[in-house]
């Protein structure tokens, strides 16, 4: 394994899916999180095909031993992204991001628990730094338990912050599976695999209300695609490399 690069991976792909939720942001006050998700899975499909082509892996790339450890993946990661780009809709993108850290640290919670690796003292140390963080992020959106929060916030943003959250719970999740099948099936099938069912899943709320995108809404959506497509590539490969508690 190399740690290092594994790394250097889950930064770049940091970077990428930011960027990639600052053009979703901008469409999120029109377009329903589900037909988000279409755009952002569809065209990820190409820069997929892409590389398979040019690692001349189209045929031998997409074979798979865990069809439902694909299936797990999929439909976590599919859901994350539902809550978390309904999110942008009530919360600014740098609260977003913030809360979305949420994510790592669960990440690192999951790989114990359920992969059994070894977490170090330092990692749960970072581990308890990092959830308070998140926790002074969330604490002036809370309306609930009989919390009062400041003027500024409303039961909107309260709501904004559940659905990052469970995002990010769904995501953890989602990364334990992906680590899981990188032990066995190779990352272009899995990023796939991934976009297909992200697809299927985003078809299913289509009776909730799809709209027609502008011109610049469908070039933005598009482009947040093609981004996910690169962000997803290095996001699993990194996993490939270091172990999830390491990654996360």
């Known amino acids: 394994m190399r740690p290092l690069r594994g790394i250097i991976y889950k930064l770049i792909s940091v970077v990428i899916f930011i960027a990639m939720s600052a053009l979703i942001k901008v469409t999120a006050p029109r377009i ?23 690692l001349k892996e189209l045929r031998q790339g997409l074979r798979v031993t865990k069809p439902w450890g694909h299936a797990k993946r999929g439909v976590t990661g599919a859901v994350a992204m539902l809550f978390s780009f309904a999110g942008l809709g009530y919360l600014p993108l740098p609260e977003v991001t913030a ?34 963080g998140v926790f002074i992020v969330v604490w002036p959106k809370l309306t609930f338990f009989g919390v009062t929060p400041p003027v500024h916030a409303g039961p909107s943003e309260t709501l904004g912050v559940a659905l990052v959250l469970t995002g990010a719970t769904f995501s953890a999740l989602a990364q334990i599976f992906v680590r899981k099948l990188v032990q066995t ?9 991934f976009s297909v069912t992200s697809i299927a899943i985003s078809l299913l709320t289509v009776p909730f209300g799809w709209i027609w ?30 172990e999830a508690s390491v990654v996360a």
């Open 32 to 54: 329903p999180s589900g037909e988000a998700l279409f755009f952002r899975s569809f065209f990820a499909l190409p820069v997929i095909l892409i590389w398979l082509y040019q």
């Open 99 to 132: 809360i979305s850290y949420f994510a790592p640290l669960l990440t690192v919670v999951f790989a114990a628990i359920i992969l059994k690796e070894e977490v170090r003292i330092f990692r749960i140390s970072a581990v308890g730094l990092g959830l308070v």
């Open 185 to 193: 099936d190779k990352t272009p099938a899995i990023v796939f695999y």
């Open 213 to 242: 995108p502008t011109f610049f809404e469908a070039g933005l959506l598009v482009l947040a695609g093609l981004l996910g497509g690169v962000g997803q590539i290095f996001l699993t490969s990194s996993y490939r490399e270091a």
